[in-house]
Every structure is written in C-alpha cells, then in structure tokens.
C-alpha cells in the first residue's frame, strides 16, 4: 500500500529565508507525486506534480521540488519566502491501483511565516 | 473560471437530520471524489466516481451516499449524521484518469464545514 510521511507537522521561518518542507512516499513503482498548498479557509491548489523527466520541477507560487528516488523523497523548497506563503502543505502520491487512481495525501506541514 | 463549487460552506444540524453537500464542476472532468480532513489525519477519501453512474468507496465510506447523476455534479449525502462526521469536507474533479494516468491533479472546492450536535 502506498503511504506518504510528511514529518514535520509545523515549521516556522523567517520571511525571506529559505524553505524546505521534506516528504517520503512508500510506493513500488515510479510514483506520480504532487504538493498542494491550503491557505485558511481555501481549499486545496495544485503547487506542482512529477511523474517523470527532470526531477527538479518548478511550481507556481516560485516553488520546487526534487524528486530523489534513492530516498524515496520529494521535498518542497522555496528560496525566499513570503508573509502570504503562510499556509497548510501537502504532499500526495497517486497510482493506479485495480483500474481506479487511487491519491494518498500526507497529514499537512502548516508553515508560519514571521516578520 | 474553472471551478469546483461547493454548498454550503458552512453547516450546522442536529444528529440524524438528513443532508446533502452539493458538489458541482464546470471542467467536463470525468473523475470526482469527496474527501474529509480531520486535524492530525490529513485528507481520507469517502467516495470517488469515475464517471456518470460510475461510483465506488473510498477509504471512509459509512455514513456518507453519493450520487453521479450528470457528469457535472456529484452530491454528497448524510442520511443520518452523527456528530463523528464533524468535519471539513473537499470536493475535487480532475480529468479522465481511468486509463492509468492520475498525473494531471485535482482541482478542489473550497470547503464544507460541517458541524453534527
């Protein structure tokens, strides 16, 4: 079964610092993964997704992710981060499983961003 | 705008007063999927559908019914709620991925709260 393990559950960084919001994913395959920001009272959206290529992806919002299949981890990194990147993260993994996609999400890093 | 709409937003009722979560998209998307997110437990799945008439559990499916009636809509139903089913609840659509390709992403509402007393 396919699992994702986001083990920092709150992280706090100095506006203008740099960013990095870790994640590890159990799957056999070559997962899909994804990682989605939840601002207050919004829902989900889409930062980013890899499946395949260049393992570094560029995201909206600045973002980026490297996808490292030695450590099965695709950490989230931002170079500078801004008051409005305070937020709720998750990572996801998704695969076809019995002929439905089957998307596993992380339990959430909530970021605090502090002047 | 390419939307996933949900209603409402915010919801208190009574235990076992039936209700209904409307989830509707206007992306022609043929896969949706109802989600719940609990504090310390992230996002579980209660219901998907891959398409009109097609709809299988997720991984919380008691108490909750769904519906697919039209491509666009996909109500969620608590014929009974409890106050277990307090939550917040995400709609999300997302593309045609019944042919082994979930790499496009969802697209989600921005959320029910609901509150069973």
């Known amino acids: 079964a396919q699992s994702v393990t986001q083990p920092d559950i709150h992280i706090t960084v100095s506006e203008g610092a740099s960013l990095e919001l870790r994640c590890n994913y159990s799957?056999?395959?070559?997962?899909?993964l994804f990682w989605y920001v939840q601002s207050p009272g919004q829902g989900l959206q889409l930062l980013l997704k890899?499946?395949?290529?260049?393992?570094l992806v560029q995201g909206i919002k600045g973002f980026e992710a490297e996808f490292k299949r030695s450590q099965s981890s695709f950490n989230l990194r931002k170079p500078s981060v801004h008051w409005s990147d305070a937020a709720e993260y998750f990572c996801?993994?998704?695969?076809?499983?019995?002929?439905?996609?089957?998307?596993?999400f992380g339990i959430g890093t909530k970021l605090q961003v502090i002047p | 705008e390419a939307q996933v709409t949900q209603n409402p937003r915010y919801l208190i009722t009574v235990t076992g007063k039936k209700l209904t979560v409307t989830c509707s998209q206007n992306?022609?998307?043929?896969?949706m999927s109802w989600y719940r997110q609990d504090p310390g437990l992230g996002l579980r799945q209660i219901y998907y559908?891959?398409?009109?008439?097609?709809?299988d559990k997720g991984d919380v499916p008691e108490g909750y019914k769904v519906s697919r009636k039209e491509k666009r809509n996909f109500p969620l139903i608590l014929e009974s709620p409890s106050p277990n089913q307090t939550s917040l609840y995400f709609c999300?659509?997302?593309?045609?991925?019944?042919?082994?390709?979930?790499?496009?992403?969802?697209?989600f509402g921005s959320g029910t709260r609901l509150t069973v007393v």
């Open positions: 999300a659509s997302s593309p045609d991925q019944g042919q082994g390709t979930p790499g496009y992403g969802y697209t």
């Open positions: 799957y056999g395959a070559t997962p899909y």
């Open positions: 890899y499946f395949s290529g260049d393992t």
């Open positions: 996801a993994v998704a695969s076809i499983s019995g002929g439905y996609q089957k998307v596993t």
């Open positions: 992306m022609n998307h043929e896969y």
């Open positions: 559908s891959m398409n009109v008439e097609v709809t």
